[in-house]
Every structure is written in structure tokens, then in C-alpha cells.
């Protein structure tokens, strides 16, 4: 069998082993994080840290909303989310502002208190609108939305999702059913061209609107992974289909389609253009060569450029599908093609922050943290030439300059 050739940057040490068959190339980055927020020394453990403006706790989303900045993120481990009014430059940089803490050096589940139009709990999921910003608060069970991003400490959100009011935190309103108007750990949310999508992970669904919400507790307008939006089960009660989902958790459009990661099937399914209709199945899974399969890393130890384990962050860098492939802590990117459907069971065509395609575990081999490793990376992020990682397990956020 012939050797595929095989493009090594210096990224991969030339070390790298090579199977046959699948070409070892890292994505185009630079050779090392140009800056990283929130651990210290970039081989300092991952252990708890104490809040500050510039320490971090698990940090799940980043929202780089321009290439000059702002930049938020989800420091969802000291329950608030960070604010730098311009794209840090210099390693350690301390926030600006804090959203959900009465200061940088607090902590707690919603402030220690009640929940709040400016508490927060788990929040995860980030992003931007046009002018405004959008929150995952995962276990308060509801979508924060602030319409103009906030420019001050703890300025408070204008809409809540999922919940009647502010006040109220239960998941699915306190009922055993669901509904349209109710969340329960709803991690992603993902805003484009007017649709606001988020990942319901808890409910095993993608509630999407077709149009920016206006009300508190305004229900969805369809559901994806559902056969109705009072339905809630595993895979819909049976054997995992192109439109059921197990543990849904980030969004992305690719190329005008929709890709949702479905970490719990290890997996990326990604539709032919945008559905508009209740439980539409998608085109094709990544991670999975049928999809009726969920193993990680298709029932084997080592991962190979076609496998996935509990698959979190998704998000678009020019015409490639980059995704943070959590457990196997690595970065893999998929290049655009006419037909979609030929991507189905195709290998990454780029990887970063392992050596090769076979190589796992935490920073490399369960290492101390480097500039170019990653543990249990849960958001991505591209805005411009910046790809922005929440390195989760290494108590951080990476911004890696793209070439």
C-alpha cells in the first residue's frame, strides 16, 4: 500500500509517525499561542485557581467579537464572564470588566446568591449579534441576551430565555416535561443572519428562532434532534439516526450549513444548508463512518483523522471546518467540498496540539502545559487572522495568530 506524503510544520515534530493512508499536516497556525490569558507561566499545573482579573477556572467560550477586540469569555468555573475592551496583546493580561461576581476576586454559583439579570451559573456558550451579546447560562437554565455588549462591570442582560423571568433558575421551569419556551443545561448558542440556535444539551435538541427573540421566555420556533418540542429523549428514544442527537453542544454554519457538535454520539453532523423544519436529518456525520454508530473514537483506544471523542467546540476558519475534538485534546480541521456528501467518513485533512493522528491524551501525552498543547478544549473561535481556544483543562485562553 502506498504512503500518502506528508507535510510536517513546526507544529509536529518530525518525529511524527505516519500510517498509511493519512496525511499528518497541522493547521496553519503559528508555531506557538501568540497570547494566553489566564494561567500564569504556560507550564504552570492546571489546578484551582483563585478569581482575579487575570486568572481563569475552567473557561469554556470565548467571543473574539472583532479582530481589534472586544474580547469575552466564559470563565465558567468562577461562575462570570471577562471582558477586554481590546484583543489582549500581552500574556496575562488582566480584564477589564467582570459580569456576575461583584468584583474580580468573588466567586459562586450566581454571586452566592439568587439568580439575577447580571448572575450567572456555568455560563458556557458565547457569542455575538450585530451589536449585542448572547450567554449560555447552563445551569441556571436560560439564554442571557444584552442587547448593546456591555462596556461596565455587571451591566444586566435585557432578555432571558428559557425562563419566565430573571429570577428563576429551575431546569425546564421546574416541570418534568419540556416545551418550547424551556431549557435544561443548554451549553452553545450560536447567532446568524438573524437565527439565534442553541444547543439544548439536556434535552437532547437544537432550539432554533427564526428571528432574534424580543420577549422573556419566548418559545423556539422548531426543534433539531426532536420530533416535536415536547420530546426530550436520548437519541428520540431509539437507535441514533441523522436527525437524533445525544449531547448536542456547539453550532457553527460552514460553507452555508449547519454544523452542531454531538459530543455524547462523538460526532459533527452537518446539514445541506440551514433547516427550516422540525427534526430535519442532516447530510452527513464526521467521527462516525454510519449514523447509527456513536463510540469514541470508533470503539478503539487510539484515535485516527476520522475518529472523535465527546467533540465540543466547532467553528469556520475560511473554507475549513475546524473542530476541538475534547477528549483526545486536539484540534482537527476538514478542508470545504463541492459535494458535501462526500464528506461523510472522510479523515481531517489538518491537525494541531498532538504529534500525529494517533497520539492522545492532555497536553501531549498528559504533559505540562506548552504555547502549542491543549487540555480538554471546549470553545473555538476564528475572527480574522485569530483563532481563539478556551483550554479548558489548562485553565486558559489561547490566541493563536493564523498564517
Not at 11 to 35: G, K, Q
Not at 108 to 131: F, M, S, W
Not at 150 to 172: C, I, K, R, T, Y
Not at 319 to 345: E, F, G, K, P, Y
Amino acid at each position: 500500500m502506498m504512503i500518502t506524503s506528508v507535510k510536517v510544520s513546526p507544529i509536529a515534530p518530525s518525529t511524527a509517525s505516519i500510517i498509511a493512508d493519512e496525511t499528518v499536516r497541522s493547521l496553519p497556525l503559528a508555531p506557538v499561542a501568540e497570547t494566553i490569558l489566564g494561567a500564569g507561566d504556560p507550564s504552570e499545573l492546571a489546578i484551582p485557581l483563585a478569581p482575579s482579573a487575570t486568572t481563569m477556572f475552567g473557561p469554556r467560550g470565548v467571543c473574539l467579537v472583532g479582530e481589534t477586540g472586544p474580547l469575552w469569555v466564559a470563565d465558567t468555573g468562577h461562575h462570570r464572564l471577562l471582558g477586554w475592551k481590546e484583543r489582549p496583546t500581552v500574556g496575562g493580561q488582566p480584564a477589564d470588566w467582570v459580569i456576575g461576581q461583584p468584583s474580580f476576586n468573588h466567586e459562586g454559583q450566581n454571586a452566592k446568591g439568587n439568580p439575577g439579570r447580571a448572575t450567572l451559573n456555568v455560563p458556557t456558550g458565547i457569542c455575538a449579534t450585530e451589536t449585542g451579546l448572547i450567554v449560555g447560562d447552563a445551569w441556571n437554565h436560560r439564554v442571557l441576551i444584552w442587547h448593546q455588549r456591555p462596556e461596565d462591570h455587571n451591566v444586566p442582560a435585557d432578555l432571558v430565555l428559557g425562563q419566565a423571568d430573571f429570577s428563576q433558575g429551575s431546569p425546564n421551569r421546574g416541570f418534568q416535561e419540556t416545551a418550547g419556551d424551556r431549557f435544561h443545561w443548554c451549553y452553545g448558542v450560536f447567532y446568524h443572519e438573524g437565527k439565534l440556535f442553541v444547543a439544548d444539551s439536556g434535552n437532547r435538541r437544537v432550539l432554533v428562532w427564526n428571528q432574534l427573540p424580543q420577549e422573556n421566555g419566548q418559545p423556539a420556533d422548531f426543534v433539531l434532534g426532536q420530533t416535536s418540542l415536547t420530546c426530550r429523549d436520548e437519541n428520540g428514544g431509539g437507535t441514533p439516526t441523522a436527525s437524533s442527537m445525544r449531547w448536542c453542544h456547539s453550532i457553527t454554519v460552514w460553507q452555508g450549513n449547519l454544523v452542531v457538535s454531538d459530543a455524547g454520539n462523538n460526532r459533527v453532523m452537518i446539514w445541506e444548508g440551514i433547516p427550516t423544519e422540525t427534526n430535519a436529518p442532516c447530510a452527513v456525520v464526521l467521527g462516525q463512518q454510519q449514523f447509527d454508530q456513536v463510540e469514541l473514537n470508533r470503539g478503539v483506544y487510539r484515535p485516527t483523522a476520522s475518529s472523535l471523542n465527546m467533540p465540543y467546540g466547532v467553528t469556520v476558519m475560511g473554507d475549513r471546518l475546524v473542530v476541538a475534538d475534547t477528549a483526545n485534546s486536539r484540534l482537527l480541521a476538514w478542508h470545504s467540498m463541492t459535494d458535501l456528501r462526500s464528506l461523510q467518513d472522510s479523515p481531517a485533512n489538518e491537525l494541531a496540539a498532538q504529534i500525529d493522528y494517533h497520539s492522545k491524551g492532555e497536553n501531549r501525552s498528559y504533559g505540562l502545559p506548552m504555547r502549542d498543547s491543549v487540555c480538554w478544549p471546549y470553545g473555538v473561535q476564528v475572527c480574522g487572522d485569530t483563532l481563539a481556544i478556551a483550554d479548558s483543562g489548562n485553565n486558559r485562553v489561547m490566541l493563536w495568530r493564523l498564517q
